[in-house]
């Protein structure tokens, strides 16, 4: 089941909320939402709910042993067993076939579906058991309460990933404000919006750009997978977290306007930020962070950023992709920091052409393809510097692309917040009537089968 369709809308998410409405007590409401968690995890794949529920038994019971250990010693084995059980898990269902034929070259392909959200939730369970270990949280001694930590149905699929002690005081009694929750259904249906009407566009789009060979089409290519991604991504982050918000648990923004950043290291704060938070706190600063030698330091970001781009899938151009961020990170910190932050109209321009590329590795199957389309780009393997199938698809899709630059910036949230401030209580309402009908667009898309599964169901 996914956030964007009619089950999801009309079926699924307001039985959940009526049910968390009437039920009496917290206890009630938390075995309720475990119950329809699981639910929801196993609509489309149910052999998959078992290594869920593995998943879960084991490191709740790998925390409680941590938490009885008096031994250092022995608490620190646990705590390292407990991290490679859940690696293991993530190397088998993710990256077995990768290591079979494109490390080992034994040309192996052994039938291995990677259940959906397996990333995301194994990453939130490794920050538990860290979280337990350095003592930040205490381990949990309630299954339906951690249970609810790990398989919301509000993030198990594609995140944000929450680390426990963010979440630990949200998964006993909560309060539901009702402005909240209004707040939570507007921002689920902002995403919506970014999903249906513009995300699943720039799919077609892209895909009917992807047998170009002109230098304009490698660039309408690029740039129709750029802007795909990101209101794919953050359209998915945000109905995440509008449920979130809907049942009373608050979690902090995962996108902030990436494409308005004045550098990687900008971008980098704004795009997936839980992800980033996840690997400067459970990496990046165990490693040693930036307090370290400039040949650690070096170590560390290009250890970040492989770990990086492999969490993200099992191919050579992922990895890529990750150290490819890794050396315009090191580049800024030692050569271009202090030009990009006097040179701001630039910064934002170079951080642009990086992202741009960088997605064009990721969206490769191969890292010679990545680079056939990246030479494209400046006309070395071109067919021409356009062609009439590209020209016509620029003027039929020139408003679309239009509309992806103007909401991928911050115009519509500024615009917003202006109107709310002036008009008071009819700014409330004419906003509230674009969300309706918006959302009303969407449901029509998503009837008339027009709409496209989201991206990072693949990591």
């Given at each position: ?159 944000p990933i929450v680390q426990y002690h963010d979440m630990e005081d949200q998964l006993g009694e909560r309060t539901i404000d009702p402005y909240d929750a209004g707040q939570g259904a507007l921002l689920f249906t902002k995403g919506l919006i970014k999903k249906s009407l513009l995300a699943d566009q720039f799919a077609t ?205 911050d115009i519509f949230k500024n615009l917003q917040t202006s109107i709310l401030n002036r008009y008071k209580k009819k700014g409330i309402t004419w906003m509230t009537a674009v969300y309706l009908v918006g959302f009303v667009l969407c449901i029509a898309f998503i009837v008339g089968g027009t709409f496209h599964p989201f ?5």
């Amino acid at each position: 089941m996914t956030f964007n369709s009619l089950n999801f809308i009309f079926m699924f998410l307001p039985a959940a909320l009526l049910l968390n409405h009437y039920l009496p007590s917290a206890r009630a409401k938390n075995i309720m939402l475990v119950v329809l968690s699981f639910l929801f995890y196993a609509w489309g794949d149910p052999a998959a709910l078992l290594l869920l529920l593995i998943s879960i038994g084991w490191n709740y019971l790998t925390a409680l042993q941590m938490a009885a250990e008096d031994d250092d010693r022995k608490k620190k084995h646990q705590f390292v067993l407990g991290i490679v059980m859940n690696l293991v898990i993530l190397g088998v269902f993710k990256y077995t076939n990768f290591i079979l034929n494109d490390v080992l070259f034994l040309h192996r392909q052994l039938d291995i579906a990677l259940p959906v959200g397996l990333s995301f939730f194994l990453f939130s369970e490794i920050s538990y058991l860290a979280d337990v270990y350095m003592g930040k949280s205490k381990a949990s001694h309630d299954l339906v309460e951690y249970s609810l930590y790990v398989s919301f149905f509000g993030k198990i699929s594609m995140g944000p990933i929450v680390q426990y002690h963010d979440m630990e005081d949200q998964l006993g009694e909560r309060t539901i404000d009702p402005y909240d929750a209004g707040q939570g259904a507007l921002l689920f249906t902002k995403g919506l919006i970014k999903k249906s009407l513009l995300a699943d566009q720039f799919a077609t789009l892209f895909a009917a750009t992807a047998g170009s060979t002109s230098v304009l089409g490698a660039w309408l290519y690029g740039a129709a997978y750029m802007l795909e991604i990101y209101f794919d991504f953050s359209g998915y982050s945000d109905m995440a977290i509008g449920i979130g918000q809907m049942f009373g648990f608050h979690m902090d923004p995962n996108f902030n306007h990436p494409y308005i950043a004045k550098s990687v290291q900008d971008y980098w704060r704004r795009w997936h930020i839980s992800l980033s938070r996840w690997f400067r706190d459970y990496l990046y600063i165990p490693l040693g962070g930036s307090r370290v030698s400039n040949r650690k330091y070096i170590r560390n970001i290009l250890i970040v950023w492989f770990c990086t781009g492999l969490w993200h899938g099992a191919n050579w151009t992922f990895i890529l992709w990750g150290l490819y961020f890794g050396a315009f990170t090191l580049l800024e910190k030692f050569y271009l920091k202090d030009f990009l932050s006097k040179h701001t109209k630039f910064g934002h321009i170079y951080t642009l052409l990086v992202v741009l590329v960088s997605w064009i590795f990721f969206c490769s199957p191969d890292i010679g393809t990545a680079f056939g389309v990246i030479g494209r780009l400046v006309g070395i393997g071109a067919s021409a510097w356009a062609d009439g199938s590209t020209a016509f698809l620029l003027l039929n899709n020139w408003f679309l692309l239009l509309l992806g630059v103007l909401f991928s910036m911050d115009i519509f949230k500024n615009l917003q917040t202006s109107i709310l401030n002036r008009y008071k209580k009819k700014g409330i309402t004419w906003m509230t009537a674009v969300y309706l009908v918006g959302f009303v667009l969407c449901i029509a898309f998503i009837v008339g089968g027009t709409f496209h599964p989201f991206q990072y169901f693949a990591f």
